[in-house]
């Protein structure tokens, strides 16, 4: 909803800008060709601000405890997984959430279950909150 804001706000600043100086006249001068390269790159421009703020918001980055995590060398993704299960979303729940196969979900999970040292899921939680993982 803001980046619909500062997205009017900016291009009614670039209509008072135009009309400021006369933008008929800039028109004539400029041709057709060149006048829509700069509409195009202002709207290009604009076009990756917008998708850029909106994966940062759809992927936060995690902070994890970079230290303990090493000592199982549990993977990013592993991690995010672990937290998932921590959250109690099932396997097709997680793979929902990050974007993943269910069979990649799976993986992941028999990765931890080895690392961990554990057999099933509830024990990898309970391990991971004992090790300060999560």
Do not use: C
């Not at 006249?25 to 057709?32: E, V």
């Amino acid at each position: 909803m803001r980046s619909k804001w500062v997205y009017g706000i900016i291009l009614g600043i670039l209509l008072i800008a135009m009309q400021a100086v006369n933008y008929k006249a800039i028109i004539r001068d400029i041709s057709i060709e060149m006048y829509g390269l700069v509409i195009g790159l202002i709207f290009t421009a604009i076009g990756i601000w917008i998708g850029l703020s909106i994966f940062q918001k759809r992927m936060p980055g995690l902070k994890l405890p970079i230290k303990k995590h090493k000592i199982y060398k549990l993977s990013q993704r592993e991690l995010e997984v672990l937290y998932a299960m921590a959250e109690g979303l099932s396997n097709q729940e997680i793979a929902d959430k990050l974007f993943v196969s269910l069979n990649t979900i799976k993986t992941h999970t028999s990765n931890i279950y080895w690392k961990l040292n554990v057999q099933r899921r509830t024990q990898a939680i309970q391990k991971a909150r004992e090790q300060q993982l999560i």
